[in-house]
């Protein structure tokens, strides 16, 4: 349909300028017949005046009576055919000169119309190539940022051919990202599953030489650490996948890191470290409770292993924009080093503890920007290592 709209638009468009065209030209026909009838009258006229002067009067009077509009009545007279005249004889040149003009002008229209047809089908043709060209180094994966050719017919479609080229290459390009993320989870899967399959296996080897208190103890930490290993792995599936139920429901801050304190009364006993949680109000968040104590409790540990002997501090605060909850300890920090990558999979910095997996930070992570929020990690001035975590209100 849209070439057939085209080719009448075309039409149209000659077809109106050949009608104007018709309408000068039909102008200046009518000019020079009016100019030559009067050359050709006073050409008779002057010649009957200079024969018989006394003719004036009657050629004056027949003259005045047709200017003044009264053709119909000097019509009614045929007399030059009387005489023998027709009207071919007072054409002579300038029919064959009309005639002339005609062809000339009807064959210049002609070609117009056949020069304005054929540009524009290779207008036309040429975009169509330039597209079907732009579209096989797209499938050869050779595809260049397109060059716009001016605003025409082709230019929206030249625009979603570019956006779906655009968002075709982002996907692909996310899918291959996707693909080596998964070859690296894969592999650094397969190292964190080693090691405790490997302790166990020696802690194994020394309880058939002889019951060993000590073995059996490692061996039941690598099964808690294969345990966690499998839920914490399970639950990232999950968040990449969106299949993770989030509730959205209030939650009060101070309930919230309290009862992830208390859920690391073991830990902390260990580890001779309290936990100081100041109430400093009612201050809600639409969270998920528990998976949201989940990511707080993450960093509290991490906190504690590197801060043994010595005190956690929790406090939050809110604003119109957002609420935020800040974890931090005594310790010696991060190293500078390490920073940017705290919250990458299985990643462990300079300082991890003994046994750790590196996978709470990056779970901690995933959990709040899924619920809306932010954190981020580093050392404050005084000394210590500190996460910020901000739940936006909109």
């Not at 993320?181 to 194994?204: C, D, R, W, Y």
């Not at 540990?301 to 939050?316: F, L, R, T, W």
């Not at 990643?347 to 901690?364: M, Q």
């Not at 899924?370 to 005084?382: D, F, P």
């Amino acid at each position: 349909m849209s070439g057939r709209k085209n080719l009448f638009i075309t039409l149209g468009v000659v077809l109106a300028a050949s009608l104007i065209a018709a309408s000068v030209t039909a102008w200046l026909v009518s000019c020079h017949y009016s100019r030559h009838s009067f050359e050709l009258l006073n050409a008779v006229c002057g010649k009957a005046a200079a024969q018989q002067p006394e003719t004036v009067k009657t050629l004056m009077s027949a003259l005045k009576e047709y200017t003044e509009e009264n053709q119909k009545s000097v019509f009614e007279s045929d007399a030059l055919s009387e005489w023998g005249y027709q009207v071919s004889d007072f054409s002579g040149a300038n029919y064959e000169r009309i005639c002339l003009s005609a062809a000339v002008g009807f064959s210049a229209g002609f070609f117009l119309f056949l020069f304005t047809f054929s540009y524009r089908n290779k207008v036309e043709n040429s975009r169509i190539k330039a597209l079907t060209d732009y579209l096989a180094q797209v499938n050869s994966g050779k595809a260049l940022i397109f060059s716009s050719f001016g605003e025409d017919d082709f230019s929206k479609l030249e625009d979603e051919i570019y956006k779906t080229v655009t968002f075709l290459c982002q996907t692909r390009e996310q899918a291959v990202q996707a693909k080596k993320g998964f070859a690296e989870n894969l592999s650094n899967i397969a190292h964190q599953i080693k090691t405790p399959i490997t302790a166990m296996s020696l802690s194994v080897q020394k309880m058939k030489a002889g019951f060993d208190g000590k073995a059996l103890e490692q061996a039941q930490k690598q099964l808690s650490r294969l345990s966690y290993l499998q839920e914490a792995l399970l639950v990232l599936s999950q968040l990449d996948a969106g299949t993770l139920p989030l509730k959205k429901e209030e939650t009060d801050v101070y309930t919230l890191l309290v009862l992830a304190s208390d859920n690391l009364q073991e830990m902390s006993s260990d580890y001779g470290v309290s936990i100081d949680i100041p109430e400093q109000g009612e201050i809600t968040i639409t969270s998920d409770m528990d998976w949201t104590m989940e990511a707080v409790m993450n960093l509290m540990k991490n906190c504690m292993e590197h801060n043994k002997g010595g005190k956690v501090h929790c406090s939050y605060a809110q604003n119109p924009l957002y609420t935020e909850i800040l974890v931090w300890d005594e310790g010696a920090g991060f190293a500078t080093k390490d920073i940017p990558h705290l919250f990458e999979r299985f990643y462990r910095g300079e300082n991890a503890s003994e046994g750790g997996i590196g996978i709470g930070l990056a779970l901690a992570k995933e959990i709040i920007e899924r619920q809306n929020g932010t954190i981020r990690a580093g050392n404050r001035q005084k000394g210590g290592a500190f996460f910020e975590i901000r739940f936006y209100s909109h």
